[in-house]
């Protein structure tokens, strides 16, 4: 009888699984009083908590598979990819979620399986900088930051902890990493599919020829762009024709669906990053590359005449326009100019406090052009600059690091002729992603929108852990 307060107390996985069980008991039997509570007090709330009962025992189901777990926290993050007026139960119920499959792993991992964290450099630097990223909330809050915008940014900021459970997995196996792509293609086919519809939406409601020129659905741009690049690498070094087939076509599916965003920034981020693959592959697959760039120009026009019959020579019209202001925007296109200066105001803060930052959430005032006002917020468009002015220089020290060496993981990992074919073309499609993401990071903030965080979190760990499994199996071998 002495040994079961010991059992039962006990810092090991069955212990936890024990614990989980009778918490997810009591969980139950409050859900139902809560359901009968609201049932009589507010009806219309009531089949969102019974829908949540339901779902339980696919809750616990998954708890119980940690890896598939995960697997399904990824994936639903579509959920909350758009963007609505206010907080949406959806987003409540997806945020509860991912942060308790995060949460999960991390105390399974450091008090159950009594397995670190930090197993290469970018780890370390990682993780320090989520570390120092939370503490800076404590003198954000003396800087004049409000705890609902700091708890907005640490949010955002958490998806980068999804690169340690991905990693890991990685690690173990090729096939994590070959799941965790088809994730990120899911990503891009969920995306393109909503922003037409939206797209063909707004076309019919427009009354006037402008509208239909300049119609754009920016939205999810990253999700976009980065698969892309994915797409069109595995598509250059497919073998097969059924692949090559499948891969063109799902290409040009997300590729028609960036151009829609009508993002100038994003289209640059593409071309930089198709620049950085015609850099790296061979001399017979930079031809391959040309051709497909050209032939996809082609193919997407032909498919915008299905799609849009009525209005491709407007909308044709008002995309090659868009483009060909590439080159004067930053002279003429107020809304960047205004970010220059939104910039230079930042700068002049940063130069009182470079070392330590203002902390998460942290405003600053500037004038505002496209509003012809004095703007007082905290969000930064550019993604470095933003860095030095929330967390200093140690903070941007740690962050081009994680990022430059998950570059250099990846091209380490393409070039490694004993590694898996998945884990080569996933390494490179990383080193090419995260570059991309460099030239359009200076105007649209990776760090403060959701999806670009988790978008760097997954490619950093994809690269860092196949090159762990290729070691690893070196290793061994």
Not at 50 to 70: D, M, S
Not at 112 to 131: C, I, K, Q, S, T
Not at 408 to 429: I, K, M
Request: hydrophobic letters at 55%; aromatic letters at 14%.
């Amino acid at each position: 009888m002495s040994t079961l307060p010991a059992r039962l107390f006990a810092m090991t996985p069955d212990a936890f699984w024990r614990w989980g069980r009778a918490l997810l008991a009591a969980a139950l039997g409050f859900g139902l009083l809560l359901v009968a509570l609201l049932a009589w007090k507010a009806p219309t709330l009531a089949p969102f908590f019974t829908g949540a009962l339901i779902a339980l025992p696919g809750v616990v189901y998954l708890f119980k598979r940690p890896t598939l777990n995960l697997y399904v926290a990824l994936a639903g993050f579509v959920l909350i990819s758009g963007y609505g007026e206010g907080v949406q139960i959806v987003e409540v119920l997806y945020g509860l979620y991912f942060l308790s499959v995060l949460g999960y792993w991390f105390a399974s991992r450091l008090f159950f399986y009594r397995d670190g964290l930090v197993r290469d450099p970018e780890d370390a630097a990682l993780l320090f900088f989520m570390l120092y990223a939370g503490a800076s909330a404590v003198w954000a809050v003396a800087f004049g930051a409000k705890v609902g915008t700091i708890v907005g940014e640490g949010l955002v900021l958490v998806m980068l902890t999804f690169y340690f459970p991905v990693k890991a997995a990685c690690t173990r196996s090729p096939r994590a990493t070959a799941i965790v792509l088809g994730i990120i293609c899911w990503f891009a086919l969920f995306v393109s599919i909503r922003n037409v519809i939206d797209y063909r939406t707004g076309l019919s409601s427009a009354t006037k020829l402008y509208q239909i020129a300049t119609g754009r659905v920016a939205l999810n741009e990253v999700l976009l762009m980065m698969p892309a690049l994915g797409l069109l690498t595995f598509l250059l070094y497919a073998r097969r024709w059924r692949s090559r087939i499948t891969l063109l076509g799902l290409f040009l599916f997300v590729f028609i669906g960036l151009i829609l965003t009508q993002s100038r920034g994003y289209w640059a981020a593409f071309l930089f990053g198709g620049l950085a693959l015609f850099i790296f592959t061979d001399r017979r697959r930079k031809a391959h590359s040309l051709l497909l760039m050209t032939g996809g120009l082609a193919v997407v026009f032909l498919i915008g005449l299905v799609l849009f019959e009525d209005f491709i020579t407007v909308i044709g019209g008002g995309v090659i326009e868009r483009f060909a202001s590439l080159g004067t925007a930053i002279t003429a296109d107020v809304s960047l100019i205004n970010r220059f200066y939104e910039s230079l105001a930042v700068w002049e803060r940063i130069k009182v406090n470079p070392i330590l930052g203002y902390g998460m959430g942290t405003p600053y005032h500037y004038f505002n052009l496209t509003v012809d006002a004095t703007r007082d917020w905290a969000f930064v468009h550019n993604g470095f600059v933003g860095l030095w002015y929330k967390f200093g220089l140690v903070g941007l020290g740690l962050m081009l690091y994680v990022w430059g060496r998950s570059i250099w993981n990846g091209v380490r990992l393409f070039r490694c002729r004993e590694a898996p074919r998945v884990l080569r073309l996933a390494g490179l499609t990383a080193a090419v992603c995260l570059i991309a993401e460099v030239l359009v990071a200076n105007t649209s903030n990776p760090f403060l929108i959701a999806d670009a965080t988790l978008m760097i979190a997954l490619w950093a760990s994809l690269a860092s852990g196949g090159l762990a499994y290729t070691q690893r199996l070196g290793a061994g071998a």
